[in-house]
């Protein structure tokens, strides 16, 4: 009988051999296969980044392109100024009826001090020190600074900098460096007289530290419309009854108006456009093996050499591939002596600005279906089962015990 129980195959342990063999085939599989999925995840992630940048440019182009979008150079909307070093025009909600002529005297400023400049890696400041505030109405505000000898100087100012930022008195601070030298720098948050201050610095090191007034609180002063002279506390003014908001940003004269054509920015237009098309193609070409849907579009964007007579005229050259170049002078002649043609051939209801922009953005709504599918991972419906075998999940172990 002994002898007999020996010649009994111990069919569970035979089966969990033979199934070790076959999760291990698993096993190596679904490692290519997540393999595959991580290198698949990895390129679609640099396609889709390579995907918005190129396209979400050439939109915002061929939208400058367009004549009757707000953002057009050939006839753009809104209003603004002649001269932006001048006045810019923040805000507008009225219309314009004719130009308002600006004349800026002086544009308003913060008060401003500064310390000398103090070798960032030495230590020469050290003790308890006061710094006094006091504003234009006459409060003041004590400001208490302790310099530690054993810390670099950088690392005192920037402590001190702190104390006046966490004062919460209306000042901001911060200190630079350049060439190993640090220096402390603050003023106030809000320009005009009404908001200036002057600063005193007590204490051991106040001499070391030297702070100077660099710019003193002033208002600015302007005319409109020849008018008298205003003033304001902020270089951000209202005309109109509120209704026109408007930046000093320099003195001098500026008319604010309807916006008109500038021909550089038209030129530059123009240039940015046939960059960020040229990019789009090339993107295209990169990837049009990739899928059908991609190889589609490449032929789609490269149909620009089928225009390269008309685009000629203009200053717009195309070569074979599609790829589109400026010249300048011939594209500046155009403007000049036919501005109509050159506006209707790229931004006109049939123009090459206009058909650009509505493909761009159809294919932008659309992009999630220009990659392949991520390959599927596969499974096998084995686990490791709670007695340390392998084990079909939806067998029960009770037959292989029996076996067992």
Same mark, same amino acid.
């Given at each position: 009988m002994y002898g007999i129980n020996c010649m009994i195959p111990n069919y569970a342990q035979m089966y969990d051999r033979w199934l070790a063999g076959i999760l291990h085939n698993y096993s190596s599989r679904m490692k290519e296969q997540t393999e595959a999925l991580t290198s698949y995840e990895r390129a679609s992630k640099e396609f889709f980044s390579e995907f918005d940048s190129a396209f979400g440019q050439l939109k915002a182009a061929s939208s400058a392109l367009k004549l009757f979008s707000s953002d057009s150079v050939f006839r753009p909307m809104g209003?603004?100024?002649?001269?932006?070093?001048?006045? !810019? +025009?923040?805000?507008?909600?009225?219309?314009?009826?004719?130009?308002?002529?600006? !004349? +800026?005297?002086?544009?308003a400023a913060s008060t401003s001090y500064a310390s000398k400049a103090l070798v960032s890696s030495e230590y020469t400041l050290q003790g308890q020190h006061t710094l006094t505030i006091t504003g234009s109405g006459g409060t003041t505000t004590s400001i208490q600074v302790e310099f530690d000898s054993a810390i670099d100087n950088k690392t005192n100012l920037n402590r001190m900098a702190a104390a006046l930022n966490e004062a919460n008195s209306g000042i901001t601070a911060f200190v630079s460096e350049a060439d190993g030298e640090s220096t402390l720098h603050f003023s106030s948050n809000r320009t005009g007289t009404e908001h200036g201050f002057t600063a005193a610095l007590s204490g051991g090191s106040a001499v070391t530290i030297g702070l100077e007034e660099t710019e003193q609180a002033r208002n600015a002063r302007y005319t409109v419309d020849n008018g008298g002279e205003m003033e304001s506390q902020s270089n951000m003014i209202e005309l109109l009854d509120g209704n026109l908001g408007v930046t000093l940003t320099g003195t001098g004269s500026a008319d604010i108006g309807s916006k008109t054509a500038d021909h550089t920015q038209t030129m530059d237009g123009v240039k940015k456009f046939a960059d960020s098309y040229n990019n789009v193609l090339n993107f295209l070409n990169k990837y049009k093996n990739t899928s059908p849907t991609l190889g589609n579009l490449a032929y789609s964007y490269a149909a620009t050499r089928f225009q390269s007579g008309t685009l000629s005229r203009i200053g717009i050259d195309v070569d074979s591939r599609g790829i589109l170049s400026v010249d300048e002078g011939r594209l500046g002649e155009a403007f000049r002596n036919n501005r109509g043609e050159v506006e209707n051939l790229l931004g006109g209801a049939d123009g090459l600005a206009y058909s650009t922009y509505a493909k761009t953005l159809s294919t932008m709504l659309s992009s999630k279906n220009l990659y392949p599918k991520a390959p599927a991972v596969s499974h096998s419906g084995y686990r490791y089962g709670p007695r340390c075998n392998y084990e079909r999940s939806y067998?029960?172990?009770?037959?292989?015990?029996t076996l067992a």
């Open positions: 209003y603004g100024s002649s001269n932006s070093g001048v006045a !810019e +025009v923040t805000r507008d909600t009225t219309v314009v009826t004719g130009p308002i002529h600006l !004349e +800026v005297a002086q544009t067998i029960s172990g009770t037959f292989f015990n």
